[in-house]
């Protein structure tokens, strides 16, 4: 093994011209000089600061390297391991070239577990995710020790290894460090990504990446918005029409077995999927097709101009909730839903949408104020009051479809936050049904008293403020002529890191 990494490293050294250096507890680029082993900055990094990710709650080291120099790596332990732990133990083992315990570096693992049963990542319980991880390196070996309340919380602990283990592709070299103790359990019991497939059509191998890149940040959630006015790319069983009229051409949707293929493999990675259907805004293409099938108008000023009237950006859609053909629609979404993203297992928590109501589009939809009319006589038709009325009743009626009608109940029903949720109208929905996402900039002074109203009436809250935690701002606006888009500037993985919403809180 000597003998391999002196050739390593005057071969390297003729190939490389500079070499990392960990000074004074910085990490600086050196000319290599002649016979000098080479030293990567990824390595140089895992002396100098240990570089887990997310920081532990706890962790001391040693900053001094131990090499690993067969370039093969022995994994001595973890026989007798649950069957749910397997799977994140493979993926783990798949990250370095492994060979046979005479040829190479031995890693003796020892897990320590008091609950040995299959986790349920569908239960936020931050103790579950807790762990610890102690690690003890020199003379070519390593001893790891992992403990852990829950099959959960060895998932994180084999995500934080990974970062301490170190396979230097210049050479071909394994490193770790000479001794690690680190203590570690979430901050919040949600965190999660939203992503958006209705805007942009978003591959299923891309979103089974994207759930890979949660884990190793320790995130629990992807919340997925699937559908919009733009598109509506799930490919429903029982209500074929909106994929053939959503969907942005035949090969870009999502069938059942598609999504249960993706649930289950985010289940592995200790990651489970949110779905959200949007409503009674953000509907449009998908479900234009109510008259021709005979259903009456499902849509209110659907593509309506001049946009900036009707919806807070093009196509404009509100579903019309006056039309009682379309809540069997709608149950028959939720009951897809329910199966294909296990929204029956642990806190049942589904996300119903409820935001960017535009009244004027009930206001001046010819259809809607007909019925308006005819199934409402003593409401005005001018006054917003009328209207907010009307979409809490719509929000309680579809609420009762899911719990009632499918045997739903105690669900934990996600709405992000709107006029809805504002002071005047925070009492047509209720405390014990709903969980409010709030998307608003809390450096405005109305969205923080929105958010105090919301946070004094026992709601609880999911955070998601654009002036922390957005990624889509700092770019140009795919609507209008302004320079930057609505939520500029761009949040660096800093800001996003360092935000702290229990200040404002």
């Not at 889509?472 to 996003?496: E, L, Q």
Request: include cysteine; charged fraction near 25%; hydrophobic fraction near 35%.
């Amino acid at each position: 093994m000597f003998l391999l990494l002196l050739l390593v490293g005057v071969y390297v050294g003729a190939e490389e011209t500079f070499t990392f250096e960990y000074t004074n507890g910085v990490c600086t680029r050196r000319i290599l000089q002649d016979n000098e082993p080479y030293q990567g900055l990824e390595v140089c990094m895992l002396v100098c600061t240990a570089p887990v990710w997310p920081r532990p709650q706890s962790l001391t080291y040693t900053p001094e390297l131990v090499t690993l120099d067969s370039g093969k790596l022995y994994f001595d332990g973890m026989d007798d391991i649950p069957d749910a732990l397997k799977f994140a133990w493979t993926e783990f083992r798949a990250l370095y070239p492994l060979g046979t315990k005479e040829q190479s570096d031995v890693v003796n693992v020892s897990l320590q577990l008091d609950d040995r049963t299959e986790y349920d990542i569908y239960t936020l319980d931050m103790a579950s995710e807790s762990y610890t991880l102690n690690i003890t390196a020199g003379d070519g070996s390593m001893a790891v020790t992992i403990a852990a309340p829950k099959i959960l919380g060895a998932i994180r602990a084999l995500q934080t290894l990974s970062q301490l283990i170190v396979k230097e592709e210049a050479t071909g070299l394994i490193y770790t460090l000479k001794k690690v103790d680190i203590s570690d359990r979430p901050a919040f019991k949600w965190r999660g990504l939203s992503v958006d497939t209705s805007r942009n059509y978003v591959s299923s191998e891309t979103l089974e990446l994207l759930v890979v890149g949660l884990a190793a940040s320790k995130m629990n959630t992807l919340h997925w918005h699937i559908t919009d006015s733009h598109s509506f790319p799930y490919e429903s069983t029982s209500q074929p029409n909106l994929a053939k009229y959503g969907a942005y051409s035949s090969t870009q949707v999502y069938t059942k077995a598609k999504i249960e293929e993706l649930v289950d493999w985010a289940v592995n990675w200790g990651v489970r999927v949110i779905p959200e259907f949007d409503a009674p805004a953000h509907v449009g293409f998908g479900w234009q097709w109510g008259d021709m099938e005979k259903q009456g108008e499902l849509l209110s000023c659907f593509q309506k101009s001049p946009w900036e009237k009707y919806c807070l950006e093009p196509p404009c859609g509100q579903f019309n909730i006056l039309n009682e053909n379309l809540y069997p629609i709608i149950k028959d979404l939720y009951e897809e839903y329910i199966e294909m993203f296990r929204l029956d297992k642990g806190d049942r928590y589904f996300h119903m949408g409820g935001d960017e109501v535009k009244l004027s589009c009930w206001k001046e939809d010819e259809t809607f104020q007909k019925m308006l009319k005819e199934k409402h006589p003593d409401l005005s038709a001018t006054e917003d009051e009328t209207y907010y009325k009307l979409w809490g009743d719509f929000q309680n009626k579809v609420l009762s479809l899911y719990e009632n009608d499918l045997k739903m109940n105690n669900s934990k029903i996600v709405l992000w936050n709107s006029h809805l949720t504002q002071k005047d109208n925070l009492d047509k929905i209720s405390k014990d049904k709903y969980t409010i996402q709030f998307w608003g900039n809390l450096f405005e002074e109305h969205f923080l008293e929105e958010l105090g109203n919301i946070l004094d009436s026992g709601f609880e809250v999911i955070m998601s403020n654009y002036d922390d935690l957005y990624l889509d701002c700092g770019f140009g606006p795919w609507v209008g002529g302004a320079a930057n888009n609505w939520c500029s500037p761009y949040k660096s993985w800093k800001t996003i890191y360092e935000a702290d919403v229990r200040k404002f809180v």
